[in-house]
């Protein structure tokens, strides 16, 4: 018989048709990226026509009152629905960490806006806001609170929030799913002990609940910043940027400069500023996260 034993394969051998793949689908992108962002790219350009031209596309950008005005608007829509989502996710997870009839189905029921794909909540909540037979102008002026119907998308002053609200209803459930399972690992042991030494329904949150929810409702403050952030599906289905631009965000201006416009290098420097603002954002959780810790 022979002795010894069968060599194994290298680790960068069984790795390399997975590490092939994530470079073709993430990898070569980014590059691409990084090189247009630096060039005057067409989309429609011929070979050869695209040129180097250094930091004149981000130069651009933020010398344009347009995107700047769209990056506010950004930064708005994101704050506010991330905002709205933490506090009724956190609400509705402390609710059905409660014991009562039908919880199981409650529970069940809450998955159901969080599975519904993006673009089929956006036209929903568009018919919901339909200035002449919409459910939400019916409800109101039938109940006294409206004289006439409103067109909710159409005006300047309420499209933004008319499109967060559609945001927040579909997303607060995975703030909701999250913290209900950290509360699920919370030791009845404390709150048995804070009843006893008369803390009341605040003082326990703060001195028992708070310390175990904290960490992962940050978790999912940065995968919902990140969302909101490069927003862009709900926008055109619901509103196409209007009116007058009042819900034209960053990533529409991605998709104007380089498909509208067919501008791909501007387009891919604002792509990069998202991304920048995103890393912000994320930098600012981490640090948070890490105060949790210490």
Not at 113 to 132: C, E, F, G
Not at 188 to 209: H, I, M, P, S
Request: net charge positive; charged share 10%; with cysteine.
């Amino acid at each position: 018989m022979m002795s010894g034993r069968v060599g194994m394969p290298s680790p960068w051998l069984l790795l390399g048709p997975m590490l092939v793949i994530v470079f073709a689908a993430v990898g070569y992108p980014i590059l691409m990226t990084l090189w247009l962002a630096f060039t005057d790219t067409r989309l429609m350009a011929g070979p050869g026509a695209a040129h180097f031209v250094g930091l004149e596309n981000f130069a651009y950008a933020f010398s344009d009152s347009e995107f700047l005005a769209a990056a506010g608007r950004t930064i708005y829509f994101t704050l506010v629905s991330i905002s709205a989502s933490a506090l009724l996710g956190v609400g509705v997870a402390l609710l059905l960490n409660e014991k009562f009839y039908g919880r199981t189905f409650c529970r069940a029921l809450l998955v159901l806006p969080w599975a519904v794909p993006t673009i089929v909540n956006a036209l929903m909540w568009r018919l919901i806001y339909q200035p002449d037979f919409g459910v939400l102008n019916a409800v109101l002026t039938q109940s006294g609170l409206m004289e006439s119907y409103r067109s909710w998308l159409g005006s300047e002053g309420s499209a933004m929030n008319a499109v967060i609200l559609a945001d927040v209803w579909k997303n607060y459930p995975l703030v909701a799913l999250i913290v209900l399972a950290a509360l699920q690992s919370a030791p009845l042991e404390l709150y048995g002990a804070a009843t006893l030494d008369g803390a009341n329904a605040w003082q326990r949150f703060k001195a028992v609940t708070w310390p175990v929810i904290a960490p992962p409702l940050l978790v999912a403050l940065v995968l919902r910043s990140i969302e909101a952030l490069k927003v862009f599906d709900i926008f055109y289905v619901m509103t196409r940027g209007g009116p007058a631009s009042s819900t034209k965000t960053m990533s529409f201006f991605v998709y104007e400069e380089s498909f509208r416009f067919m501008r791909v290098g501007s387009g891919a420097s604002y792509a990069l500023i998202v991304v920048l603002i995103c890393m912000v954002f994320v930098g600012f959780y981490v640090r948070l996260m890490r105060r949790q810790e210490a």
